[in-house]
Antibody, heavy 121, light 111 residues
Framework: QVQLVQSGAEVGTPGASVNVACKAS????????IHWVRQAPGQGLEWMGV????????TYAQKFQGRITMTRDTSTTTVYMELSSLRSDDTAVYYC??????????????WGQGTLVTVSS | QSMLTQPPSVSGAPGQRVTISCAGT?????????VHWYQQLPGTAPKLVLY???NRPSGVPDRFSGSKSGTSASLVITDLQAEDEADYYC???????????FGGGTKLTVL
């Protein structure tokens, strides 16, 4: 079945960068876009951006423009999300998710298990 | 601050019916973008329970249903079970903000 497995927890210092991996399996890697969503402790879900694994094009939420980079490696069917200039309020669980989408809809299924990123000096 | 507004909490006894609302605006639900719902059990990733307002993925019980009207949508859970206790999030797309938008989440407590 379609599955996303994420890399383990990370600790980053303020101002540094963190890179989270998301390995896809169970489907043709280039078929579905992969999105990133984060959740701060005790808070709701926040969409960060999307990558098209087929051609590597990306779209980022304006809030993260300039700090976020999504890439993919088709040989290992893995997508990566790098967040730079880390701040304490970047402490969150980061999820990758496969999207089923068209002009009218976009929903996420399935999701990776999540990666806790803690920003601390 | 999310542009999809959900009640922070709802509750119901086992066997009862609960409704979770999701109020949007003319730049998201009101303009025709679909609404989807996720269930998040404590310490786990969100799980899709409804897509396109009212469609259930395989494995989701038919106790879960949904609808959309105007600028709002609703998730209804009938015959409430203890295992339904979780956070629920609605999600759509906002054309003004140009992003996938989530509601603030609703904590469902089964009494």
């Amino acid at each position: 079945q379609v599955q996303l497995v994420q890399s383990g927890a990370e600790v980053g210092t303020p101002g540094a960068s963190v890179n989270v991996a998301c390995k896809a399996s169970g489907h043709t890697f280039t078929t579905y876009f992969i999105h990133w969503v984060r959740q701060a402790p005790g808070q709701g879900l926040e969409w960060m951006g999307v990558i098209n694994p087929s051609v590597g094009t990306t779209t980022y939420a304006q809030k993260f423009q300039g700090r976020i980079t999504m890439t993919r490696d088709t040989s290992t069917t893995t997508v990566y999300m790098e967040l730079s200039s880390l701040r304490s309020d970047d402490t969150a669980v980061y999820y990758c998710a496969i999207a089923k989408e068209s002009v009218q809809y976009c929903y996420f299924d399935p999701w990776g298990q999540g990666t806790l990123v803690t920003v601390s000096s | 601050q999310s542009m999809l507004t959900q009640p922070p909490s709802v509750s119901g006894a086992p066997g009862q019916r609960v409704t979770i609302s999701c109020a949007g605006t003319s730049s998201n639900i009101g303009i025709g973008y679909d609404v989807h719902w996720y269930q998040q059990l404590p310490g786990t990733a969100p799980k899709l329970v409804l897509y396109g307002q009212s469609n259930r993925p395989s494995g989701v019980p038919d106790r879960f249903s949904g609808s959309k009207s105007g600028t709002s949508a609703s998730l209804v859970i009938t015959d409430l079970q203890a295992e339904d206790e979780a956070d629920y999030y609605c999600q759509s797309y906002d054309s003004r903000l140009r992003l996938k938008l989530f509601g603030g989440g609703t904590k469902l407590t089964v009494l």
